[in-house]
Structure formats: structure tokens, C-alpha cells
T-cell receptor
Framework: EAQVTQNPRYLITVTGKKLTVTCSQNMNHEYMSWYRQDPGLGLRQIYY???????DKGDVPEGYKVSRKEKRNFPLILESPSPNQTSLYFC????????????FGPGTRLTVL | EDKVVQSPLSLVVHEGDTVTLNCSYEVTNFRSLLWYKQEKKAPTFLFMLTSSGIEKKSGRLSSILDKKELFSILNITATQTGDSAIYLCAAPSNFGNEKLTFGTGTRLTIIP
């Protein structure tokens, strides 16, 4: 089944403890992206990747890192999480970065205490 | 700064009613506008509009784009309780889809 998977789906952690949220797609998509969704602010793009080893900042990249070493995986790293990073995170992918619909993963609910 | 604005923020109607959701945009190098439906979790794709004046239709849902006035509408006829969701519109900016700006969404509630 074609899908985008994220792990973990739920995470409660403490300030400063490094964490990684994994994202994987099995559709051979070139483009992948991370978003966070907060009440009243909608979906905001954190980082995106047009292809392997090509990443760029979205609108809210501060406090996050990404890497794209393989086409299928695009992990999101929080080196030192803070409470303002408590949010619902979505990974998405599309065939390419141009004119294509994005398929979203199921979301990761992160709480930083 | 790229901007996508949706209205209304929230809408409550009775089953069977017809609703119109609005999306206006100001983005650099506009190419397309996308509509998504978000129920419990992940947004799911509804439409992508690239040409002005051409309606896209899927069952009871339809959408149209006006590139001159910089807006799009999403219509849902004969609404059902399963249409209750947040409807999001988004517009890619720059030179492709790489940077996607979303509106804050319209929360639609259908009362049986």
C-alpha cells in the first residue's frame, strides 16, 4: 500500500532531550516536507527536500534539523526541544516538487514538558 | 510575504444544505491552488486548480479558481455528516511546489 509513515505517533518528552521523528515513504517520491500544525496558525512548513541531499528551510525552521540521505526517508531532528515545539507534526511527500499533490503521513503528536 | 486566507473560520449547517468555502491568496509566482480535507488526522487531497474559470468536480464537491481576483471557492452540495472536517487551501510559491503556504482552514460542522 502506498503510504507515508511516521514514528512515533505520540511522544511526551522533556526540555532539552534530543529526539528524532522518522518519516518514510514507499512511493519513490522525490519531494518530502515537514509541517507543524498549531491551533489558529494552521499548517506551517518547517523544512523540505527536493531530492536526496537537497534540503531547504520552510517558514519555521528554527530549532529543527533534517537530513535526506536516502530517497525514502526524511527524519526530523529536534536537538534541544523546548515547550514551544509542542505541536502536531506532519510529514508529506509528492512525486516531484512541481505541480503535484502532497500525500501526508498520519501525524506525530509531540508534547515537550 | 506569501499569504493564504480562508473564510469563514468556522461554519455550522444542517445536513442537506449547500456550503461555499472561500480562499484568497497572495503568493509569489503563483502556479496552482490546492484544496485538502482534514478529518481526524492527516489532510487528504481534494483538488488542484491551475487554470482560471475551469471548474473541478468530484461528486458533490466542486471548486473553481479566479486568477484575476486571486481567490478560489469550494462548494459542497447536499452536505452529509461525513463532510464535517477542516478544509484547507494551499498555494505553492517560488518556482514550484517546494514551498507550500496553507490557510488556517475552515472548520465545517454538519448537523444531522
Amino acid at each position: 500500500e502506498a503510504q507515508v509513515t511516521q514514528n512515533p505517533r505520540y511522544l511526551i518528552t522533556v526540555t532539552g532531550k534530543k529526539l528524532t521523528v522518522t518519516c518514510s515513504q514507499n512511493m519513490n517520491h522525490e519531494y518530502m516536507s515537514w509541517y507543524r500544525q498549531d491551533p489558529g496558525l494552521g499548517l506551517r512548513q518547517i523544512y523540505y527536500s527536493m531530492n536526496v541531499e537537497v534540503t531547504d528551510k520552510g517558514d519555521v525552521p528554527e530549532g529543527y534539523k533534517v537530513s535526506r540521505k536516502e530517497k525514502r526517508n526524511f527524519p526530523l531532528i529536534l536537538e534541544s526541544p523546548s515547550p514551544n515545539q509542542t505541536s502536531l507534526y506532519f510529514c508529506a511527500s509528492s512525486l516531484s516538487g512541481y505541480y503535484n499533490e502532497q500525500f501526508f503521513g498520519p501525524g506525530t503528536r509531540l508534547t515537550v514538558l | 510575504e506569501d499569504k493564504v486566507v480562508q473564510s469563514p473560520l468556522s461554519l455550522v449547517v444542517h445536513e442537506g444544505d449547500t456550503v461555499t468555502l472561500n480562499c484568497s491568496y497572495e503568493v509569489t509566482n503563483f502556479r496552482s491552488l490546492l484544496w485538502y480535507k482534514q478529518e481526524k488526522k492527516a489532510p487528504t487531497f481534494l483538488f488542484m486548480l491551475t487554470s482560471s474559470g475551469i471548474e473541478k468536480k468530484s461528486g458533490r464537491l466542486s471548486s473553481i479558481l479566479d486568477k484575476k481576483e486571486l481567490f478560489s471557492i469550494l462548494n459542497i452540495t447536499a452536505t452529509q455528516t461525513g463532510d464535517s472536517a477542516i478544509y484547507l487551501c494551499a498555494a505553492p510559491s517560488n518556482f514550484g511546489n517546494e514551498k507550500l503556504t496553507f490557510g488556517t482552514g475552515t472548520r465545517l460542522t454538519i448537523i444531522p
